[in-house]
Nanobody, 132 residues
């Protein structure tokens, strides 16, 4: 069983920054694909950023390249927990959405795709609102 919990959402002004956190715990495989998705009202869920914990490879949606950064810290093997972050800068009203963290097992040099169907484990989401 794998549990995913996001935190860090909130209200921020245009041009501001916010950091989201994702805690992944439970019976974790050696390597993970970790991704952030978002869903705005009336829109499809879209992939924002993804990372493979084996080799650190990252991918970003074109809409967030240069503004968002996905990262992870060393896994805590005692607590069987991994933590990932999404640092968001130069936020725009169009970034307003519920942001979801997702995880799935991945091979050492696997590709962490930005496709929701690739991920079995999801958090409940955290709201990000960009508004003046």
């Amino acid at each position: 069983q794998v549990h995913v919990v996001e935190s860090g959402g909130g209200l921020v002004q245009p041009g501001g920054s916010l950091r989201l956190s994702c805690t992944i715990s439970g019976l974790l495989p050696t390597y993970l694909a970790i991704a952030w998705f978002r869903q705005a009202p009336g829109k499809e869920r879209e992939g924002v950023a993804s990372l493979g914990t084996g080799d650190g490879i990252t991918f970003y949606a074109d809409s967030v390249k240069g503004r968002f950064t996905i990262s992870t810290i060393s896994r805590d093997n005692v607590k069987n927990r991994s933590t990932a972050y999404l640092q968001m800068s130069s936020l725009e009203p169009e970034d307003t959405a519920v942001y979801f963290c997702a995880a799935d097992p991945l091979a050492l040099f696997g590709i962490p795709r930005l496709e929701a169907s690739e991920y079995d484990y999801w958090g409940q989401g955290t709201q990000v609102t960009v508004s003046s």
